[in-house]
């Protein structure tokens, strides 16, 4: 089934649409859009490029050629662009802001229900962010409702230790958590935030990926770690000073003695025997 099917069956005219996707790797992008301000980022566009059309079809790139739905725009016609009206903390590399215009969209109730649900497969095409409504976009899965901790792209996890908990006790309502730490080994990162230590540890395909690893953390508060263990038994609630972050990712099936070679690199350039949490 594509997009186009639920579109036409709200009565939409594909002929008279864009489809646009805004890639979260652009920086950009990535910036506006943890702001709150990909509206009015996607609003700044050339006097031409909404021209005869009555609606914008808006997805967010998060991974591969994946778009995740942000929303339906009804356009209502165009303002002049005038910088003094944004944000002071805008991003938005402009340079002729005369041949610019601000296109007004309203935010719509269609598909407000698939709102952060519907994914689609953009296509090999993913330079071309502006496409035609007709353009076929096959819809890979709708993601049930969760919560509002979202999963963006594996260098931007920050994750408080019960924030992490909660993802990994609730996994059919963190899927999309479950399903990207469950398909990569790694290296990653505890940071004590109480102290400013740090732990390096790794996960492969043996533990079922980051998300397996990680959910040994989940129920156990420390992993097995000989200085978290220490720490947790001082005080049960320690945990809480704990920060998840992941330094590098791998291929599930990459050999074990691999990854340890990167963790045990990344013990070195942080220093994290020495002066952090590591016994080893």
Known sequence: MNIQDLLKNSGIDLSKTKLLRHNISNQEVAHNYSCGYLDIYQSIQKPNLFRNVEYVISFLGVEGTEGKLLGCYKINGNTPFDRTKLPSDFLGGIETPADYVFWIMEKTDILSDLIDRLVIDWGKGTLSWCQKGTNDKEMICILPVISE???????????????????IDNPKQHSEWAKRLSAVAGVYLITDTKTGKHYVGSASGLEGGIWGRWSNYA?????????LVELVASDPDYCSNFLFSILEVFPIKR??????????????????????????
């Open 255 to 280: 050999d074990r003695r691999e990854v340890l070679e990167y963790e045990a690199l990344y013990k070195q350039k942080l220093l994290t025997v020495k002066f952090g949490l590591n016994n080893n």
């Open 149 to 167: 901790i979202e999963f963006v792209s594996y260098d931007k996890i920050i994750l408080p230790f019960y924030t992490l908990k909660t993802i």
């Open 219 to 227: 129920h156990t508060k420390h992993g097995g770690n000989k200085y």
